[in-house]
């Protein structure tokens, strides 16, 4: 599968179709690099699966 970019690839192409909500209490992660998973999970202290030691990011 090619990479592509959500925002650039798609969403230009249903800007009619588009609506926008306020969402209070709720968080965005970019999971568009292995480093930037690995925060996310350190951030909803979740088990890292793919780690040797299996503990808990950042614990």
Do not use: C, E, K
């Amino acid at each position: 599968m090619l990479p592509w970019n959500l925002s650039r690839d798609f969403l230009p192409h249903i800007v009619q179709d588009l609506v926008v909500i306020r969402a209070d209490g709720i968080g965005w992660s970019d999971l568009g690099t292995p480093d930037s998973v690995d925060r996310t999970l350190v951030a909803l202290g979740r088990d890292v699966p793919w780690r040797s030691d299996r503990r808990r990011v950042g614990a």
